[in-house]
């Protein structure tokens, strides 16, 4: 891993830039997943073998943007429990075919996974056996053809930005499996974590991570220009 994707590092946590594509943690594809990239980084980094690194949360294989680590166990313990409290910020941007019907506004679905199929299915009503999903969105800008939105989550849900805003009609850019019409090239689709914000755990100050998005996608390029 290039030394350029480190966006945060102290001595307990390393946030990284996650390249669409990338595999946060190991599965049965065999792919080498950005939790062992990171550890090597680390142990080259600093001459230390088996350098410890902790997973603290993870995002899509198909989606790019901020992934935090947790250097030391102190560190692990503490952000699983921000996390888990729900007093982490996180802040993504979406690239989606269709203009919301309004500008800005609060979605609230009832979200089941279909482990199967890999997929989760939302409902406007509450029902057994499906949990409460709620974010917020703003219209970002207005690209030639797409829309930028973004979005925060307030809850943490499989798959919840990407079957929300497709109950809304506004499928993300490459993303079939949620309604759009075709697939991006790489595979990748156009949702990216752009910040996450917290205050850290040991230092008790507030630390805000950005991601820049992939330079090398010519509408992220011009999502850019409005950060």
């Not at 594809?29 to 062992?36: A, E, H």
């Not at 979200?111 to 409902?123: D, G, I, R, Y």
């Amino acid at each position: 891993m290039d030394k350029s994707r480190v966006l945060y590092e102290d001595n307990h946590l390393i946030a990284v830039n996650k390249l669409p594509g990338d595999l946060v943690q190991g599965d049965r594809t065999g792919d080498k997943p950005l939790l062992d990239q990171v550890r090597e980084f680390l142990e080259k980094k600093y001459d230390k073998p088996k350098a410890f690194i902790g997973l603290i949360h993870r995002i899509d294989r198909p989606v790019s943007g901020v992934v935090l680590f947790a250097k030391t166990s102190k560190g692990l313990s503490r952000m699983n429990s921000l996390f888990h409290d729900r007093k982490v910020e996180k802040t993504y941007w979406a690239v989606v075919k269709n203009t919301p019907p309004n500008p800005a506004d609060t979605l609230v679905h009832f979200l089941k996974k279909n482990q199967e199929k890999n997929k989760s299915f939302a409902k406007t009503e509450e029902v057994d056996g499906y949990l409460r999903s709620e974010l917020s969105y703003s219209l970002k800008k207005k690209l030639k053809t797409f829309v930028l939105l973004e979005v925060k989550p307030k809850t943490g849900r499989h798959h919840q930005i990407r079957v929300q805003l497709s109950s809304i009609d506004c499928p993300i850019k490459g993303d079939v499996k949620y309604g759009f019409d075709r697939p991006n090239r790489d595979q990748s689709i156009h949702l990216h974590a752009r910040y996450l914000e917290f205050e850290h755990p040991i230092k008790n100050e507030w630390i805000k991570i950005a991601a820049p998005p992939p330079d090398k996608d010519v509408i992220w390029r011009d999502c850019q220009r409005v950060s």
